[in-house]
């Protein structure tokens, strides 16, 4: 069977090294970085898709696929990018893999291109939880007047990401509260040597920390809750779009928040790349395009 011709366009530096795994075993062109950045000789590096791209079975898209619907996102390219440039290129057949598509779905559907987005995939979240923990942590250390060991710290949710860095965080000495709706999160999160509590007691416990990590796409550090903090308390958002926390009133109370979006390509890119490649790889195996 003939290796599928994979493209990868665009992303920022995880993509660069997802581009360099892939290589090892297909054939592989990288759209959206330079050969600076790509020194990876295995790699046909074109500028954009009117540089003589070929065409391809495979087109690996970042996460988030665009920022506005219209272009890729791809930080490190000296050009626009625009998705519809990219649908000419792809043979009959050919797949659409990316994070987040949202708007862009339609798109290509709209094409009669098959889209998968392995973000969704539950081997690239488990895989993914542990970089980003990880950057969590980093952050943690740069920003606190402390150590984490002795440190009082609330992880609001128990899923991959709050369930890895209660882990860690417990590991490293901190006293770790975990929040979470579900009992049994709360149950397994005890089992871990962590204190636990509801979402309804934050309002009143909301003093007690020096950092809360949240890791709940939803607005659970209302108004009510940061004002029940301390002021030097470090707040650090993991969650994507909207993120956990009410921002004008963080703003107002001048409570110090980071919100750490793309940890993984941040600070553990190389990482971040092969578990991409590594979650590519399987849905490829799946549909029987692998070597």
């Given at each position: 069977m003939q290796k599928p011709m994979i493209l990868v366009a665009g992303g920022d530096l995880r993509y660069g090294y997802t581009a360099s795994a892939l290589a090892r075993k297909y054939d592989v062109c990288a759209v959206g970085f330079t050969r600076q950045i790509l020194p990876d000789t295995r790699l046909r590096i074109v500028e954009s898709a009117a540089d003589g791209l070929p065409m391809c079975d495979v087109l690996v898209l970042p996460m988030p696929v665009s920022d506005d619907g219209v272009l890729i996102n791809?930080?490190?390219?000296?050009?626009?990018?625009?998705?519809?440039?990219?649908?000419?290129?792809?043979?009959?057949?050919?797949?659409?893999?990316?994070?987040?598509?949202?708007?862009?779905?339609?798109?290509?559907?709209?094409a009669g291109i098959e889209t998968v987005d392995y973000l969704a995939r539950e081997e690239f979240s488990t895989r993914n939880a542990v970089p980003t923990a990880e950057g969590a942590i980093q952050i943690m250390l740069e920003e606190m007047p402390r150590t984490i060991f002795g440190s009082t710290v609330l992880i609001l949710g128990f899923g991959r990401i709050g369930s890895r860095m209660a882990a860690?965080?417990?590991?490293?000495?901190?006293?770790?509260?975990?929040?979470?709706?579900?009992?049994?999160?709360?149950?397994?999160?005890?089992?871990?040597?962590?204190?636990?509590?509801?979402?309804?007691?934050?309002?009143?416990?909301?003093?007690l920390f020096d950092v809360v990590c949240n890791t709940v796409p939803a607005k659970v550090l209302t108004a009510d809750v940061l004002k029940g903090m301390q002021p030097e308390t470090l707040i650090l958002d993991l969650a994507s779009k909207p993120g956990g926390v009410d921002w004008e009133a963080a703003q107002e109370l001048g409570r110090r928040v980071v919100w750490a979006l793309s940890l993984p390509g941040k600070t553990a890119p190389v990482t971040a790349g092969e578990i991409i490649a590594t979650t590519i790889t399987h849905i490829l195996e799946e549909r029987g395009e692998s070597t």
């Open positions: 791809a930080p490190y390219s000296r050009q626009n990018l625009p998705l519809t440039g990219f649908i000419p290129l792809l043979k009959p057949g050919a797949v659409v893999l990316g994070g987040k598509f949202g708007k862009t779905d339609t798109l290509f559907r709209d860690a965080l417990h590991a490293l000495g901190a006293d770790v509260t975990v929040a979470a709706r579900d009992v049994a999160d709360r149950a397994r999160a005890e089992m871990l040597g962590c204190h636990s509590l509801t979402y309804a007691a934050l309002q009143e416990t909301a003093g």
